[in-house]
């Protein structure tokens, strides 16, 4: 068996609940792990240590009198810091908000405590959790553990690197553009995004903000597909609005995989993936096939990708700007009215996306409705979508302006964020996405492979990456980090 620090946390909670190891010995060897690894990386990046330690002997205190444990009784555990965590502050890496101390835990912090996580840190982003990169002017910048000049990815790329660094026990993100599955892909871990308003958001929203912002989601970043099963099972329940009248029922995949029915879809010319990407992207739809799945590689939802990508990268925007200063958003507004109407270039368009009235906003919400009912009558015929998540491997750090960066693929350079297409898929239409780790590149770093499910298929595409998993498509830690 792996060492504690790279089993999952369900095995590390058997071995708490036997006996085999207490939790504050499980918390004092990962604190130790922090201790040791952590400089090199920068992805813990806020510690509770005496309150950990305290939540810690309490757990070995409840086992020693027959108490009953939760499914998680002692396993350390970190959350991105975006999270409200009661006594630490919640920045999103703005500088401004160096001082937001978070009074009460968010819900989904309260849920795993309840299950007997003991969270004891708090892991990097990007400022306003908005880059496939994790650095900001508070806490620095996050290494990829399996090369740290390299991104992690983001926004939850601490939230993978420390999974993937040892550091942690389990992992919970947010998505809204890839945000847990990019991270997922970059560093080689599990990583969830659920169908949109599953899992209730309170307490991930600075200000206080009670209203879900539309297409982000949170969801679990785990060493095993099972920590994500898990974690899904912990969080997927309603809030206090909703909980009278509201009840999730979510299907799973079934006993065989012999029928499933397999859609393929390795790469697209809006958002070309590289032939490494691409190969383990196949590689996963040959695996099925294998067990008695029927793939079809030219299967595709009945609309253009264009027209998806447009929606998303419309009403993304509106979204995030929701979440921009008053003086921020008036300059954007000054820029979307001064422009001339005929202006179609890239800022002036974002600009207007960002700005938009609530008119355009309904047009392309229906848009949206639209693509939503093609994806419902595409998976009356097709179990699961298997695709990309991004289309390289690890990029190196680059914190030069939005408008300068480029990204290379296989020797051609494309803009920074065409990357967002593979992500936008399925988070426009609210759709669950799981990113598995898909094994290794030809530059020897991993590559994850993203399963899209229809509207409440959490279960299908989790438990898919189970089967995965014990086919050989599961987490090998960095070298380096024994």
């Not at 970190?78 to 409200?84: F, P, R």
């Not at 991930?204 to 982000?216: C, K, M, N, Q, V």
């Not at 093609?374 to 680059?398: C, E, G, K, S, Y």
Request: glycine share 10%; hydrophobic share 40%.
């Amino acid at each position: 068996m792996r060492p504690w620090h790279f089993q999952s946390a369900s095995q590390l909670a058997a071995q708490i609940r036997d006996g085999r190891v207490g939790a504050r010995e499980l918390l004092e060897h990962f604190l130790a792990r922090v201790d040791r690894h952590n400089p090199g990386i920068n992805a813990v990046v806020v510690q509770d240590r005496e309150g950990a330690r305290a939540r810690a002997d309490a757990a070995d205190q409840a086992r020693a009198r027959g108490e009953a444990l939760g499914p998680l009784h002692g396993v350390p555990v970190t959350i991105k810091e975006s999270y409200d965590f009661a006594g630490t502050p919640t920045t999103w890496g703005i500088p401004a908000q160096r001082d937001n101390i978070a009074r009460t835990d968010a819900l989904a912090v309260q849920r795993l405590a309840a299950a007997g996580a003991n969270v004891f840190g708090k892991t990097n982003v990007p400022i306003r959790l908005a880059d496939f990169q994790s650095y900001n002017a508070i806490y620095g910048t996050t290494g990829n553990p399996w090369a740290p000049d390299r991104t992690p990815g983001g926004s939850s790329g601490g939230s993978a690197a420390a999974l993937a660094a040892g550091l942690t026990g389990l992992e919970i993100g947010s998505d809204i553009g890839g945000s847990i599955r990019n991270p997922a892909h970059f560093c080689g871990v599990f990583g969830h995004k659920p169908t949109w308003n599953l899992l209730p958001m309170r307490g991930h929203a600075l200000g206080g903000a009670r209203t879900p912002t539309d297409i982000s989601v949170i969801g679990p970043l785990a060493r095993s597909a099972e920590d994500l099963e898990i974690a899904l099972g912990l969080l997927a329940r309603p809030d206090e609005l909703e909980a009278p009248g509201l009840q999730v029922a979510l299907g799973g995949l079934g006993e065989s995989l012999r029928g499933l029915r397999v859609a393929l879809w390795t790469s697209d010319p809006m958002c070309p993936s590289s032939a490494a990407v691409a190969e383990r992207v196949t590689a996963v739809a040959r695996a099925l096939a294998a067990q008695g799945a029927i793939v079809d590689d030219a299967a595709r939802p009945a609309f253009s990708p264009e027209h998806s990508h447009t929606v998303f990268s419309a009403l993304l925007a509106s979204a995030m700007a929701a979440r921009l200063p008053d003086d921020e958003f008036a300059r954007l507004v000054a820029r979307a009215e001064s422009a001339a109407p005929d202006d179609r270039s890239p800022a002036v368009q974002q600009a207007r996306w960002q700005t938009m009235r609530a008119r355009d906003w309904a047009r392309l919400n229906e848009e949206r409705t639209r693509l939503r009912w093609a994806w419902h009558a595409f998976f009356q015929q097709h179990d699961v979508l298997v695709t990309p998540i991004m289309p390289t491997t690890a990029f190196a750090h680059d914190q030069r302006a939005l408008g300068e960066r480029r990204l290379r693929v296989d020797g051609v350079d494309h803009p920074y964020f065409m990357q967002t297409f593979w992500a936008g898929l399925a988070g426009v239409s609210y759709l669950p996405g799981t990113v598995i780790p898909g094994g290794a590149g030809p530059d020897g770093l991993p590559i994850g492979v993203q399963l899209i499910g229809p509207a409440y298929g959490d279960l299908r595409t989790v438990q898919l990456a189970r089967r995965l998993e014990q086919l050989g498509f599961g987490f090998t830690p960095p070298p380096g980090f024994d």
